[in-house]
């Protein structure tokens, strides 16, 4: 079952624009990955941030955590055609910590 | 550095027949994991081997089943196949060893059974 949701389901913007997605999980965990996926391909890694970080920037990327809230954020800062796509919040639970359960994913429209 | 690498890409199977899926993580990783994915249950965990050995397993039926050699590739068996097991499934190779790794996943295996 899934660990938890994805919000928005879908979310459609512009070049240039920032593009925000959020993932809320259910138990403590270890870390939060996030996973960019095109079309029913591979999983492809953008960023892991642990449980005791609140905060990772990777490029255009900027990740936030809150465990108290069990939610994460991603945010696509100018975001291009090329990063349309589906994303994924995964998380590790502590003990098993290469066991990820997947949110339910935000598929992302960037137009031209 | 060579990415996963899993094999076949496609797969078509007829119901009640057997598949093999092949996965060879990146090199030095000693952990690998299964995934399934389908857009009614999104991506599920199956099972994860480290050092030859199945460390986690998911909630599967025993039909679904795993190895790994010990040069860390490992294979996927699902045996008498049902139209719900079509699906993507994909598999992820990680360090394993301690806590807070990376996850690297293949391109997967696009399996459909009629």
């Known amino acids: 079952s899934q660990q938890g949701e994805e919000d928005p389901q879908a979310l459609s913007i512009q070049e240039g624009e920032n593009a925000t997605m959020n993932c809320s999980y259910k138990t403590s965990i270890n870390n939060l990955q996030w996973y960019r996926q095109n079309s029913g391909r591979g999983l492809v890694h953008l960023i892991l941030?642990?449980?005791?970080?609140r905060e990772k920037h990777s490029g255009r990327l900027r990740v936030t955590l809150d465990t108290s809230k069990k939610s994460s954020s991603l945010l696509i800062t100018a975001s291009r055609a090329a990063d349309t796509a589906s994303y994924f919040c995964a998380t590790a639970r502590a003990g098993t910590a290469s066991k990820l359960t997947f949110g339910t994913g935000t598929r992302l429209q960037v137009t031209l | 550095k060579a990415g996963v690498t899993q094999t076949p890409r496609y797969l078509i199977k007829t119901r009640g027949q057997q598949v093999t899926l092949s996965c060879s993580p990146i090199s030095g990783h000693r952990s690998v994991s299964w995934y399934q994915q389908t857009p009614g249950q999104g991506l599920q965990f199956l099972f994860e081997y480290f050092s030859e050995t199945q460390r986690n397993k998911g909630n599967f039926p025993g039909r679904f089943s795993g190895r790994q050699f010990s040069n860390s590739r490992s294979e996927m068996n699902v045996s008498t196949l049902e139209l719900g097991d079509s699906a993507l499934y994909l598999c992820?190779?990680?360090?394993?060893?301690?806590?807070?790794?990376?996850?690297?996943f293949g391109q997967g295996t696009r399996l459909t059974v009629v």
């Open positions: 941030i642990r449980s005791n970080e």
């Open positions: 992820a190779s990680s360090s394993g060893g301690v806590p807070n790794t990376e996850a690297f």
